[in-house]
């Protein structure tokens, strides 16, 4: 059976901005300013502005798909979807190879930075074997973090966030006081003269070479499974990241080149391009005594976040391929202690470690940025096979004139990839002999076996249609069965079908990732449960969900899956400490999308004689009514309806009191007699009227509690006896109702 997996979405619009901003503010503009300027001149003002229209070209489509697949797996997932084999292998095949040789750059970076931390303090510069110092302090880093992402240790997002707006602060600063320098030197201006000193050529070399430091963006497209309402805050976040960035990369550029004042007889490109990876820090030290300081800091900072993260979404990549029957099972088998793709991991960083040893710093950008231009040729191909292809698909954003702007960015990059072969022709050969080996795998070995990847694709594929739906909340062998007995009556009535969830619960500060050893553990009871279903000629599908919390990660297995009525269970609460655990099910109540079934005891279909259904004050009976009918039919049982009538109230008071009951009943096709019973209190009149042998359906407040912490309502106080089985019903608030329509016909419109 297949098993669909999934990560609680609980990151916001802010979150997943500051994903893009810190990976475009990362290691790419400390280390590759320098070089860029050396190749364009001045005009690396203009290199940094035309990568930015190229950029949001190709962000256009990051956005619509980001909007409209919520999966993990970007660019990879929507290449292999929407176009032909072997394009899909071969997407995830560059994806896996960018990330990894971009960490190459990030380590080479962090090594030249670290390696000027101790000429500063003393050390001389010397070489060991056949590296250079700063090419063994790359490798020793890739390692260190490499056993990181190992071991399971990551940036939470807070710390992430920390970190970028730390980054962006320096670079504020170094902006600020290279922008005081520049307009306090009468010449500043000379320096952008000739602007294009290196002509054209040098312009669009510089441009292939820096595009990498704009790719950030693709990283917010991978982290859709988790983001909330990612239609709208992925196409936001893409947007949000370039209009932050591209503004910072000019400025950046602009002081550079206008601010720094180089030696006598070297112009200002040469002094940078001869700099390189350091040129910034060179530049912050003529600005302000301490500046180059404060600046290699910054550079330490955000090639080591850099490597971090690119060491995981580059083994998360080789993972996911593996997962989808791509790349051999071993590549994607999880440490038994550590919960991490180690094997993932290691060839991860055996590709890192092999680029920065063998290349200069240049062609290693260079060979990252070759991968990231025919990924992206790709994306913009699968944006308009699927425009045409899948026209039902809901998008959150459309990019315009379509096909116009994806075959622009496509010969944009087509370009910028072919004209990086004149000035980095060794990037090219190591891209080509990766794509090479990359159709050999194919050919010889994935393509026969992708069975993981299409149960995928049936299951997406059955989400997108709008069928009944009921959602069981399964986590209790001993409560499966009652939970399904449950579901399979009210999916029979609306011909509907059923998703069984579990939730795995993570705790804060740990990896999502984390959860996956709780997650195959409840894998069995899953098949359990889909299998009861199915023995009961009721279609049903299983989730694992991996979230923080169990209630947000039922809510949210409802809404993706767009299900109409949800179900769980929950003990009748004795103790305070049950009563706290039950507010599990009461967040549930008060944020799902749909109807909401409680069930309380043990339904045992050969038990169950009739269905009671009270129609109470204070309640909300019109739902119960309507499902009664749905458990008498699974049941073979008679529906027996009554109403609790206060003895304090007078004959003309009762009976209105009764007719209302009556009209209830009348509204829900429910036919049969309605039995009166006189009790001056509701529980009390309940539970002399229940006999055995009843399975009582009972409607709940519209608002509030079923069962309190200090206390109980009707439902929790009848509930309590322990001898029926009762379903607790309660209809979608006013309020949340409201939301989720708007939510669900913008979505569809």
């Not at 976040?237 to 000019?250: G, R």
């Not at 099972?329 to 290691?346: D, L, Q, S, W």
């Not at 599990?584 to 259904?613: F, W």
């Not at 109980?712 to 001898?723: K, L, N, Q, S």
Request: proline residues 5%; contains cysteine.
């Amino acid at each position: 059976m297949a098993m669909e997996v999934r990560l609680s979405r609980e990151m916001r619009l802010m979150d997943i901005t500051m994903i893009g901003v810190g990976a475009m503010i990362g290691a790419g503009i400390f280390v590759l300013t320098g070089s860029a300027a050396g190749v364009a001149g001045p005009a690396v003002i203009l290199t940094f502005l035309l990568n930015g229209v190229v950029a949001l070209l190709t962000a256009m489509a990051y956005a619509e798909l980001g909007s409209a697949f919520h999966d993990a797996g970007g660019g990879y997932l929507w290449v292999k979807t929407a176009l032909p084999d072997p394009n899909g292998f071969l997407g995830g095949w560059m994806s896996w190879f960018a990330h990894a040789v971009a960490c190459s750059l990030y380590a080479l970076g962090f090594g030249a930075y670290f390696r000027l931390v101790l000429e500063a303090l003393g050390a001389p510069h010397f070489q060991l074997g056949f590296m250079t110092f700063e090419k063994w302090l790359a490798v020793l880093a890739c390692v260190i973090f490499g056993y990181i992402n190992f071991r399971g240790a990551s940036e939470t997002g807070k710390a992430g966030n920390v970190v970028t707006v730390g980054k962006v602060a320096i670079i504020g600063l170094f902006v600020a006081a290279g922008l005081w320098t520049m307009f306090h030197r009468p010449d500043w201006s000379a320096a952008f003269h000739p602007l294009l000193s290196q002509g054209w050529g040098g312009v669009f070399a510089a441009m292939g070479l820096t595009f990498i430091a704009f790719e950030g963006y693709e990283i917010i497209a991978q982290t859709s499974e988790e983001v909330e309402d990612p239609k709208r805050n992925v196409p936001r976040a893409v947007f949000l990241s370039l209009i932050i960035v591209v503004p910072i990369y000019l400025l950046v550029s602009l002081v550079a080149i206008g601010a720094v004042q180089p030696p006598a007889g070297s112009t200002i490109s040469e002094y940078l391009g001869q700099a390189k990876e350091l040129a910034l820090v060179r530049a912050a030290d003529q600005f302000v005594n301490g500046g180059g300081v404060v600046l290699l800091i910054a550079g330490l900072l955000s090639t080591l976040s850099a490597l971090n993260a690119t060491i995981y979404s580059s083994s998360r990549v080789a993972f996911a391929m593996a997962r989808d029957a791509n790349l051999p099972p071993f590549i994607g088998k999880i440490h038994a202690k550590r919960n991490t793709p180690a094997v993932a991991i290691f060839f991860s960083l055996m590709i890192i470690v092999l680029m920065a040893v063998m290349l200069p710093i240049e062609d290693v950008a260079a060979a990252a940025d070759i991968m990231f231009l025919l990924l992206f040729v790709q994306v913009n191909l699968a944006v308009i096979r699927l425009r045409r292809r899948r026209p039902d698909l809901d998008r959150g954003f459309k990019v315009p004139w379509m096909p116009v702007i994806p075959i622009v960015a496509i010969a944009t990059m087509l370009f910028l990839a072919v004209f990086l072969f004149t000035e980095y022709p060794r990037a090219w050969f190591v891209a080509g002999a990766w794509i090479a080996v990359g159709v050999a795998m194919y050919y010889g070995y994935s393509r026969h076996r992708e069975a993981a990847f299409e149960e995928r694709a049936r299951w997406m594929e059955r989400l997108e249609r709008k069928d009944y739906r009921v959602l069981v909340a399964v986590s209790n062998p001993r409560s499966m069965r009652t939970l399904m007995e449950a579901a399979i009556a009210i999916a029979r009535k609306h011909n509907g079908d059923i998703v069984a969830v579990s939730v795995a619960e993570v705790p804060e500060g740990e990896l999502l990732f984390a959860g996956r050893p709780e997650a195959r553990a409840l894998e069995g009871l899953l098949d359990e449960a889909v299998a009861y279903a199915q023995a009961h000629d009721v279609d049903a599908e299983a989730v694992v969900k991996i979230a923080r919390r169990v209630s947000h990660g039922v809510v949210e297995t409802a809404r993706e899956a767009r299900c109409n009525f949800l179900i769980m269970g929950q003990p009748t609460p004795h103790s305070v400490f049950e009563r706290v655990v039950a507010s599990v099910v009461e967040r549930v109540l008060k944020d799902a999308p749909c109807q909401v079934g409680v069930v309380y005891g043990t339904i045992a279909p050969k038990n169950v004689r009739r269905v009671l259904v009270p129609v109470t004050r204070g309640a909300n009976p019109e739902l119960a009514a309507e499902l009664a009918p749905a458990f008498a039919l699974r049941y073979d049982a008679p529906v027996r309806a009554l109403t609790i009538v206060p003895t304090d109230l007078g004959t003309a008071a009762a009976e209105t009191y009764a007719a209302g009951a009556v009209e209830t009943l009348t509204s829900a096709e429910l036919g049969g007699d309605l039995e009166i019973v006189r009790s001056a209190d509701i529980v009390h009149g309940l539970l002399r009227s229940i006999h055995r042998g009843d399975l009582v359906v009972i409607g709940a407040p519209s608002s509030g509690p079923i069962s309190g912490v200090l206390g109980h309502t009707v439902p929790g106080a009848i509930a309590e006896r322990r001898r029926n089985p009762i379903i607790v019903v309660r209809d979608v608030e006013a309020r949340r109702a409201r939301r989720f329509e708007r939510l669900f016909f913008a979505a569809n419109q």
